[in-house]
């Protein structure tokens, strides 16, 4: 049993909890003995990943269907509830540039509303889902971030990102609330499990992309399209921060700790090391004996050279540090894509 969250009954609401990142915390959150109460609409998310998670932490957790700016659903939800973890929301950066209403509706709206009904339940305590995406291009994009960089979202996907920041900002200066937002910078893999993961319908980044193509070598639609080859990097491909998904969710677990003390701390998550677009596709035919089919095109408009954590203020405030490396990050997404196809539509 853990000793984080001192002092408190440990219920914990997860929203968006039924989702890539949410069903690898629900796992370790009911395995550290913490009460869990989900709340998700199942837009992106999917029951069966819930189901599975309880099944792997051998616990259950209460689940609430619906959508977190239901005032009446989370006034249930938050019944008893010491501390909010704050997931659900849109995520795709490609859609929020043709649909920004609906990213202001539900990542901003959701927040915001999310926020009112704490505040009705007396529920005071968040760790919140940010996103690198806050920082968009940086006068030295090959440097690595910290988290006094500017904010420059260039996305609404972004900007709903940032603006759930100042949302907290506001609630620990007017409310005296702690929170803790945690910045992700590219999350990929899966449970070692095998059961849990990111379906490839919602997959928009490499990995998953990389690995759809290995699976499907003989059509042509499948081919993995390394987008920009002439970016100023050692092999001229952009350069990511992968974190593996396993070690996101241990962050969540440090940052409830952090929930003792007052205020709002922003901590990067990434590992401050950079791959890039070759060295993951390098990765995944090393490590599935399967070379990637795939061609090289144009860069998109937008997508940056390299986004890179500087991960030290995590490591000195929490001692939170990935330990997984992209090997394992390949090997776990690819044994759950063997799995699972389909994602969680049919098991095989
Ligand atoms: N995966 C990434 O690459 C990444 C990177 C940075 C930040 N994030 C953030 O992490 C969080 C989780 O991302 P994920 O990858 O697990 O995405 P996901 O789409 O798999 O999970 C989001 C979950 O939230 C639920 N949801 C969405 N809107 C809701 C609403 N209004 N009410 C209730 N439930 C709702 C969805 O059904 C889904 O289960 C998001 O806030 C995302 O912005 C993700």
């Known amino acids: 049993m853990r000793s984080g969250f001192r002092g408190m009954s440990r219920r914990l609401l997860v929203t968006g909890g039924a989702g890539y990142i949410g069903a690898h915390l629900v796992i370790d ?50 019944d008893g509830v010491d ?12 859609e929020s540039m043709e649909q920004p209403e609906r990213y202001f509706r539900n990542n ?47 996305s609404p996907y972004g900007l709903s990102k940032a603006q759930g920041e100042q949302v907290l900002d506001w609630m620990v200066q007017r409310r005296h609330w702690s929170a803790v937002s945690l910045r992700y910078f590219n999350p990929v893999g899966a449970h070692p499990s095998g059961q849990i993961g990111q379906p490839p319908a919602g997959a928009a980044n490499l990995l998953p992309r ?33 974190i593996h998904v396993c070690d996101l969710s241990r962050a969540h677990l440090a940052a409830l700790d952090a929930l003792d003390r007052p205020g709002h701390q922003i901590f ?43 991960p030290h ?16 990050m390949v090997a776990s997404a690819w044994k759950w894509a063997a799995q699972n196809p389909d994602g969680y539509g049919r098991v095989t």
């Open 29 to 78: 959150l009911l395995g550290a003995g913490y009460d869990v109460v989900v709340v998700d609409d199942f837009s992106t998310g999917h029951p069966e990943a819930l189901v599975r998670a309880q099944r792997l932490a051998n616990r259950r957790c209460d689940v609430h269907r619906g959508d977190v700016a239901d005032p009446a659903l989370m006034a249930r939800a938050l």
């Open 83 to 94: 501390a909010v973890i704050h997931l659900a929301a849109y995520k795709m950066v490609g």
């Open 108 to 154: 901003l709206g959701g927040m915001a509303s999310l926020v009112a009904s704490m505040v009705s339940a007396g529920v005071c305590r968040m760790v919140y889902s940010s996103s690198a995406a806050v920082y968009g291009t940086q006068p030295n994009p090959l440097e690595a971030i910290d988290e006094d960089a500017p904010l420059r979202p260039e």
């Open 210 to 242: 990389a690995l759809h193509a290995l699976m499907n070598p003989g059509t042509a639609s499948a081919r993995l399209s390394i987008l920009g080859t002439d970016f100023p990097t050692p092999d001229g491909t952009g350069l990511r921060d992968y």
């Open 268 to 310: 990067n998550v990434g590992t401050g090391r950079p791959h890039s677009v070759r060295e993951v596709v390098a990765a995944c035919q090393r490590v599935t004996g399967q070379p990637v089919p795939h061609l090289e095109a144009p860069r998109r408009p937008g997508d940056v050279v390299c986004a890179l954590a500087a």
């Open 313 to 328: 203020r995590i490591q000195r405030a929490l001692g939170f540090e990935a330990r997984l490396g992209v090997d394992e």
